[in-house]
């Protein structure tokens, strides 16, 4: 199973956490201004969540009428404002187009970078003028749902067009070991038949316009309900509440309903060749023996009715536990929330979520403000001395329970 970062396993909701603008000499406060509003009219115009993070981060900014807009495919964005032609997307939309990087923003993107955030250029035509840093929580049951996965037999894969980085630390905190980033939409599906190639069947879970092709190419396609149309429109089976842990209840269920119909044929068919036969008076020569029409009809109904009701039993299953003819796991997921004493800034956050995260059946996600900590148990909870311990270890933290 092929999952997409953006949606499937994360939130889908990216904010802006930091933005640092190119420091240029006698930049007036009218110019920085403007700059903003183009950056936001950009952003604006484009589909993809993490454009939608930066206008929400300028929320209140004036549009500007842009020109020649282009969306570029898993690069980002072109437009135009006035007689100036601006970018915002990832560092290659920038390198393809000849725009010059500064030493300065660099250092800020790499800094970003190594915190595992997603970062976005904003660029003229000349040189990059800002860099934006964005993150994405991954979702509470994305954890407990990779694992049922697991459990039930089914590798499991993140194919993503982010960077490596910030892909990498979010199948750390959803317990995938595979991972790829920086793909491409034709990448992902080139990915999906060489799986196929090989014999395997493919399932791709994913729910914007760049997971399309993939969708169109696998085995089996799972989109979200809270993803692109084409994305929902491509796919075989939507996930309503875009919540992950139901593609491990969809596969049990369709295990249980493919065995309700291999018994509701097999006890039909048993039931046919009996009654029939003994219906036409095949026992006549025998004993003298002849079935009444309305009891053979009323045999008839009670049949049909055997099989409505064994299909019915379905409505009761619970489709989270083990059973005999099923490998899923039943894991019960806990959420808890912990005061942070000792959290100045927002390296300080991230020792803390790092440390946490380590712990076996632990995801946990870290605010600054409040110094806080959620933490998903996927088994039973730790035990506070433990938890404390892996603070210990990152720093001077203390964690207390609300």
């Not at 802006?16 to 950009?42: H, N, P």
């Not at 979010?170 to 799986?195: C, F, N, S, Y």
């Not at 025998?286 to 008839?300: E, K, R, S």
Request: aromatic share 6%.
């Amino acid at each position: 199973m092929i999952l997409d970062k953006t949606g499937p396993v994360t939130e889908g909701k990216p904010s802006v956490t930091d933005l640092y603008w190119l420091d240029e000499q006698g930049r007036e406060f009218e110019s920085a201004l403007f700059l903003s509003s183009v950056f936001y009219s950009l952003e604006k115009l484009s589909e993809h969540p993490l454009a939608q993070a930066v206008v929400s981060h300028f929320d209140r900014t004036t549009a500007l009428p842009v020109e020649h807009f282009e969306s570029i495919t898993s690069r980002g964005v072109k437009g135009q404002v006035g007689d100036t032609v601006y970018w915002a997307g990832n560092r290659q939309l920038l390198e393809e187009n000849g725009v010059r990087i500064s030493e300065q923003l660099q250092n800020w993107a790499d800094f970003f970078s190594a915190e595992a955030k997603t970062v976005i250029w904003f660029a003229d035509q000349n040189q990059a003028l800002a860099v934006a840093a964005v993150t994405d929580r991954i979702k509470e049951n994305s954890l407990a749902a990779v694992r049922k996965l697991k459990a039930a037999g089914i590798e499991v894969w993140m194919l993503t067009g982010d960077h490596a980085a910030a892909a990498a630390e979010t199948a750390r905190q959803a317990g995938i070991e595979q991972v790829r980033a920086g793909m491409l939409p034709q990448q992902k599906a080139e990915w999906v038949k060489q799986w196929q190639a090989q014999g395997r069947t493919v399932a791709m879970v994913g729910d914007g316009i760049n997971d399309s092709a993939a969708l169109a190419q696998a085995d089996l396609s799972i989109a979200m309900r809270k993803g692109s149309d084409i994305a929902m429109d491509v796919a075989q089976v939507t996930i309503i509440s875009s919540n992950l842990s139901k593609i491990p209840e969809a596969i049990r269920l369709s295990q249980l309903t493919v065995r309700t119909v291999r018994q509701n044929l097999f006890w039909a068919f048993i039931y046919n060749l009996i009654g029939i036969p003994i219906a036409a008076g095949v026992l006549y020569p025998v004993n003298g023996f002849l079935l009444d029409p309305m009891v053979a009809g009323a045999a008839m109904a009670l049949s049909s009715l055997s099989v409505v009701a064994n299909s019915l039993r379905l409505k009761r299953r619970n489709l989270s536990t083990k059973t005999k003819s099923n490998n899923l796991f039943h894991l019960n997921v806990m959420k808890k929330e912990y005061r942070i004493e000792g959290m100045n800034c927002n390296h300080c956050r991230l020792s803390v979520e790092k440390a946490l995260n380590g712990l076996e059946g632990v995801s946990a996600s870290v605010t600054l403000v409040p110094p806080a900590a959620t933490i998903v148990f996927t088994d039973q909870p730790l035990p506070l001395d433990i938890l404390q311990k892996a603070l210990s270890q990152a720093g001077d933290f203390i964690i207390h329970p609300k």
